[in-house]
């Protein structure tokens, strides 16, 4: 059971409305080049930031897997076999829960505040350190995603293609891979 998507989505807004005294929106942004010199040992998949829930998947030993690419932070995770895993992967699969978070720090001077009457904005710039990845039922950034794929269902197509004759199987393969990598 492999859980892949975006815990930060770079660029995209995220806001609270009625945050300040005067009823001010709040909107915050991570900037590109924020993960630049972020800490992200020891990140620990998690459901809704719990610490009551046990680790889903951690960087420590490689059962989740972060990586910064132009698009934010993607994360793939490889669940363990066990009940509350099957539960949140098959709620994933179903589209019950789609969205992702992460708890972090900002690194000092790492943000940018503007004040209006309207609006208090946070562009983050630098973040420091990052604690979780949390698979989340509401959001702050609406832009994050995470998808459900088992390699086990690609794995048998592959078998399956491979006692087909007449078929182009490496074009086939090639495409059932791409599609799992999803």
Known sequence: MTLTGYAVRFEAQASYENFGWNGERYTET????????????????????????????????????????????????????????????????????????????????????????????????DIEKIYDVSIVDEPFYAETDVSARMRETVDAELRRLDDRKGFNNDVLRLQIALKGKV
């Open 30 to 125: 991570i900037q590109r080049g924020a993960l630049d010199r972020t800490d992200m040992s020891g990140v620990v998949l998690r459901y809704n930031h719990a610490d009551s829930v046990m680790a889903m998947a951690r960087t420590k030993n490689g059962s989740l897997r972060l990586t910064v690419d132009e698009f934010g932070l993607k994360i793939e995770a490889d669940l363990i076999d066990t009940q509350v895993n099957r539960d949140l992967y098959r709620a994933v699969q179903a589209g019950l829960i789609d969205k992702m978070s992460f708890a972090f720090v900002v690194r000092d001077g790492g943000s940018v505040w503007r004040y209006s009457k309207e609006e208090i904005r946070r562009d983050i710039t």
